[in-house]
Protein backbone atom coordinates (compact mmCIF):
# COMPACT_ATOMS: atom_id res chain seq x y z
CA UNK A 1 0.00 0.00 0.00
CA UNK A 2 1.42 3.35 -1.16
CA UNK A 3 -0.39 6.28 0.63
CA UNK A 4 2.94 8.58 0.58
CA UNK A 5 2.73 12.35 -0.33
CA UNK A 6 4.18 15.43 0.40
CA UNK A 7 4.82 18.69 -1.01
CA UNK A 8 6.80 22.08 0.75
CA UNK A 9 4.26 24.67 2.07
CA UNK A 10 5.31 27.12 -0.85
CA UNK A 11 4.16 24.36 -3.20
CA UNK A 12 0.47 24.88 -2.17
CA UNK A 13 -2.13 27.16 -0.84
CA UNK A 14 -2.23 29.32 -4.09
CA UNK A 15 1.68 29.98 -4.38
CA UNK A 16 1.65 27.65 -7.53
CA UNK A 17 3.02 30.09 -10.11
CA UNK A 18 5.76 31.61 -7.65
CA UNK A 19 6.68 27.84 -6.15
CA UNK A 20 10.32 27.37 -6.74
CA UNK A 21 11.33 24.47 -8.50
CA UNK A 22 13.39 22.66 -5.87
CA UNK A 23 9.78 22.56 -3.70
CA UNK A 24 7.74 21.37 -7.13
CA UNK A 25 11.21 18.47 -7.67
CA UNK A 26 10.36 17.35 -3.79
CA UNK A 27 6.67 16.78 -4.45
CA UNK A 28 7.27 14.99 -7.65
CA UNK A 29 10.04 12.43 -6.04
CA UNK A 30 8.32 12.45 -2.78
CA UNK A 31 4.78 11.55 -4.04
CA UNK A 32 4.92 9.70 -7.19
CA UNK A 33 8.94 8.62 -8.00
CA UNK A 34 8.44 6.99 -4.65
CA UNK A 35 5.50 4.04 -6.02
CA UNK A 36 8.09 3.12 -8.44
CA UNK A 37 10.82 3.21 -5.55
CA UNK A 38 8.23 0.71 -2.97
CA UNK A 39 7.36 -1.07 -5.83
CA UNK A 40 11.00 -2.30 -7.06
CA UNK A 41 12.02 -2.83 -3.57
CA UNK A 42 8.57 -5.07 -3.13
CA UNK A 43 9.01 -6.90 -6.14
CA UNK A 44 10.97 -10.08 -4.60
CA UNK A 45 7.87 -10.91 -1.97
CA UNK A 46 5.98 -10.84 -5.45
CA UNK A 47 7.51 -13.63 -6.75
CA UNK A 48 4.60 -15.29 -7.96
CA UNK A 49 2.43 -12.51 -8.61
CA UNK A 50 0.58 -9.57 -6.30
CA UNK A 51 -0.83 -6.19 -5.89
CA UNK A 52 0.38 -2.68 -5.56
CA UNK A 53 -1.99 -0.49 -4.23
CA UNK A 54 -1.82 3.15 -3.95
CA UNK A 55 -3.83 6.15 -2.64
CA UNK A 56 -4.36 9.12 -4.99
CA UNK A 57 -6.70 12.14 -5.47
CA UNK A 58 -8.51 13.01 -8.73
CA UNK A 59 -5.79 14.86 -10.71
CA UNK A 60 -8.10 15.39 -13.76
CA UNK A 61 -9.65 18.79 -12.32
CA UNK A 62 -7.19 21.72 -11.18
CA UNK A 63 -8.43 21.90 -7.63
CA UNK A 64 -8.26 24.90 -5.18
CA UNK A 65 -5.06 25.37 -3.34
CA UNK A 66 -3.75 21.95 -4.13
CA UNK A 67 -1.45 23.58 -6.30
CA UNK A 68 1.84 21.64 -7.07
CA UNK A 69 0.43 18.33 -5.36
CA UNK A 70 -2.42 18.30 -8.31
CA UNK A 71 0.59 17.70 -10.99
CA UNK A 72 2.40 15.33 -8.61
CA UNK A 73 -0.96 13.22 -8.03
CA UNK A 74 -1.04 13.20 -11.98
CA UNK A 75 2.53 12.18 -12.74
CA UNK A 76 1.88 9.05 -9.35
CA UNK A 77 -1.25 8.58 -11.50
CA UNK A 78 0.95 7.85 -15.04
CA UNK A 79 3.74 6.28 -12.74
CA UNK A 80 0.78 3.28 -11.33
CA UNK A 81 -0.23 2.80 -15.14
CA UNK A 82 3.58 2.50 -16.08
CA UNK A 83 3.84 -0.02 -13.51
CA UNK A 84 1.22 -1.82 -14.36
CA UNK A 85 2.28 -1.73 -17.98
CA UNK A 86 5.76 -3.64 -16.90
CA UNK A 87 4.86 -5.67 -14.24
CA UNK A 88 1.35 -7.36 -16.21
CA UNK A 89 3.24 -9.78 -17.51
CA UNK A 90 4.56 -10.94 -13.95
CA UNK A 91 1.22 -11.28 -12.82
CA UNK A 92 1.77 -8.10 -10.64
CA UNK A 93 -1.39 -5.71 -10.58
CA UNK A 94 -0.76 -1.75 -9.97
CA UNK A 95 -4.28 0.01 -9.11
CA UNK A 96 -4.69 3.41 -7.34
CA UNK A 97 -7.79 4.32 -4.86
CA UNK A 98 -9.38 7.74 -4.78
CA UNK A 99 -11.76 8.38 -1.94
CA UNK A 100 -11.77 12.41 -2.68
CA UNK A 101 -10.74 14.56 0.73
CA UNK A 102 -9.92 12.84 3.59
CA UNK A 103 -10.02 14.74 6.79
CA UNK A 104 -6.45 13.44 7.67
CA UNK A 105 -2.89 14.86 8.77
CA UNK A 106 -2.29 15.36 5.75
CA UNK A 107 -5.25 17.63 4.90
CA UNK A 108 -4.09 19.36 7.84
CA UNK A 109 -1.59 20.49 6.07
CA UNK A 110 -2.69 22.20 2.88
CA UNK A 111 -3.67 25.82 3.14
CA UNK A 112 -7.78 26.50 2.31
CA UNK A 113 -8.70 22.58 2.64
CA UNK A 114 -12.03 23.13 3.69
CA UNK A 115 -12.31 24.98 0.62
CA UNK A 116 -10.79 22.00 -2.15
CA UNK A 117 -13.51 19.64 0.12
CA UNK A 118 -16.17 21.99 -0.81
CA UNK A 119 -15.77 21.96 -4.49
CA UNK A 120 -15.16 18.44 -3.96
CA UNK A 121 -19.12 18.12 -3.51
CA UNK A 122 -19.44 19.96 -7.18
CA UNK A 123 -17.35 17.84 -8.80
CA UNK A 124 -17.35 14.66 -7.41
CA UNK A 125 -18.73 11.48 -9.54
CA UNK A 126 -21.72 11.62 -7.11
CA UNK A 127 -22.28 15.20 -7.93
CA UNK A 128 -25.64 15.87 -9.69
CA UNK A 129 -26.47 11.89 -9.95
CA UNK A 130 -27.72 11.13 -6.68
CA UNK A 131 -29.65 13.72 -3.69
CA UNK A 132 -27.26 14.76 -0.54
CA UNK A 133 -29.66 12.44 1.42
CA UNK A 134 -28.82 9.34 -0.85
CA UNK A 135 -25.26 10.35 -1.54
CA UNK A 136 -22.62 8.85 1.42
CA UNK A 137 -21.00 11.48 3.54
CA UNK A 138 -17.25 12.21 2.53
CA UNK A 139 -15.19 10.09 4.48
CA UNK A 140 -13.46 11.54 7.56
CA UNK A 141 -9.80 10.32 9.31
CA UNK A 142 -10.08 7.54 11.86
CA UNK A 143 -6.96 9.29 13.33
Not at 35 to 64: E, H, R, Y
Not at 86 to 98: A, H, Y
Not at 104 to 133: C, H, Q, Y
Request: one cysteine or more.
Amino acid sequence: MHSIGFAPADALGGNFLNTPFESVATAMHVSAFSLKSLTTACLPLMQNGGSVVGLTFDASFAWPQYDWMGPAKAALEATSRYLARDLGKQNIRCNLVSAGPLGSMAAKSIPGFSELASVWDNRSPWSGTSTTRSRPARPSSPC
